[in-house]
């Protein structure tokens, strides 16, 4: 089993930015990659960022990369998701995920484990 635990959330201005955390333990040595998500009230879940568990691959919703940037901190079994030029259309709950699959996938469907979610909200 692995635990996931997000944090970093809050309320911010338009233009501000956000640092958000997910912290994984119990089961990591297998991990093969994290990702972060959001879902909006009334919308359906959306993939945010992917990172490979050495780094070496990123990928990045359209639109977001630029202003969102993921990072991991292996040691610590951390990831990162710093947020920059937030925008109201930025609002939502994010939750990070991770699953032990041996290639790439950005499916939500194919994460096996999930944080509980961290809220960002960006006011106007």
């Known amino acids: 089993q692995v635990r996931l635990v997000e944090s970093g959330g809050g309320l911010v201005q338009t233009g501000g930015s956000l640092r958000l955390s997910c912290a994984a333990s119990?089961?990591?040595?297998?991990?093969?990659?994290m990702a972060w998500f959001r879902q909006a009230p009334g919308k359906e879940r959306q993939f945010v960022a992917y990172?490979?568990?050495?780094?070496?691959?990123?990928y990045y919703s359209l639109g977001l990369k630029g202003r969102f940037t993921i990072s991991a901190d292996n040691a610590e079994n951390t990831v990162f998701l710093q947020m920059n030029s937030l925008k109201p259309e930025d609002t939502a709950v994010y939750y990070c995920?991770?699953?032990?699959?041996?290639?790439?996938?950005?499916?939500?469907?194919?994460?096996?484990?999930w944080g509980p979610g961290t809220q960002v909200a960006v006011s106007s």
């Open positions: 990172i490979s568990r050495n780094g070496d691959r990123t």
């Open positions: 995920a991770l699953h032990q699959r041996p290639y790439t996938t950005l499916a939500a469907s194919e994460y096996t484990y």
């Open positions: 119990g089961r990591t040595f297998d991990w093969s990659a």
